[in-house]
């Protein structure tokens, strides 16, 4: 919970893990999600693992019991499923590793709360009702924090923070307790990396993420690129 930012990477090529990892961690970024959507991710997070020992490595997209040990195996200490089964539940659960649920309906998050779980990912957040859906669950689902996922970026993230306040405790942003502000910028990520930053993966400029970031924001950052175009020179982050 000292995560303000939890960037969600998907990584193609192992030298470039250990890098960005410690980029991430350096920038205040210390809780990370790598996602199995390559070959090379279980391999990538044994790289962080054994390169970055202070990063917390999670794994992304856990669809199954067998993607959850083999996560487990490569060092992830907590799991993030695009959906919810109570399958993947019970593996995560048995293997003590921390799970962050994906839910769309309340049938899931129900399905969820019967196992225990009651820190969900709302996902995919924008397609699946957006501000809508979390006001209406609201009501039957008050005592369940939600972590919007999907669709969130710099240009609406500030509606998920109003509605954070206007309800403290019931989404993940603005919880009390999530540490520090890490800001993201051009230039943190270029005294870090040494790399020029040309472009960053948001809809919005590099100063309206920092804006994001600017209070305790608990946010997950789609699609962040691994390979900070190759670590050259010049890269796109």
């Known amino acids: 919970q000292d995560a303000p930012v939890i ?3 998907v990584l193609n090529d192992v030298a470039h893990a250990g890098p960005l990892a410690r980029a991430l961690v350096a ?12 070959p090379q991710a279980l391999a990538c997070m044994e790289a962080i693992a054994k390169e970055v020992p202070e990063a917390v490595i999670g794994a992304g997209t856990v669809r199954s019991a067998a993607d959850a040990q083999a996560a487990a195996k490569a060092g992830a200490m907590f799991a993030v499923s695009p959906g919810y089964t109570r399958s993947v539940g019970k593996a995560c659960r048995e293997l003590g590793l921390p799970l962050l649920p994906g839910v769309a309906t309340g049938s899931e998050i129900m399905m ?11 996902f995919p957040a924008m397609q699946a009702g957006g501000l809508a859906m979390l006001k209406a669950w609201q009501g039957p689902f008050g005592d369940v924090r939600f972590c919007p996922t999907g669709g969130v970026s710099a240009a609406n993230a500030p509606e998920f923070l109003a509605l954070a306040k206007s309800k ?13 502000t890490a800001h993201l910028s051009t230039e943190l990520l270029k005294s870090m990396t040494g790399i020029d930053i040309v472009h960053v993966p948001y809809k919005g400029s590099a100063p309206a993420l920092t804006d994001l970031v600017a209070g305790r924001v608990h946010v997950m950052i789609d699609n962040l690129p691994a390979r900070l175009a190759q670590i050259a020179p010049q890269a796109a982050c």
């Open 27 to 38: 920038g205040g970024d210390r809780m990370l999600e790598v996602t199995l959507r390559t």
């Open 168 to 180: 403290p405790g019931q989404l993940f942003y603005g919880t009390p307790g999530l540490g520090t």
């Open 7 to 9: 960037p969600v990477i």
């Open 112 to 122: 969820a709360q019967e196992d225990g779980y009651t820190e969900l990912k709302f």
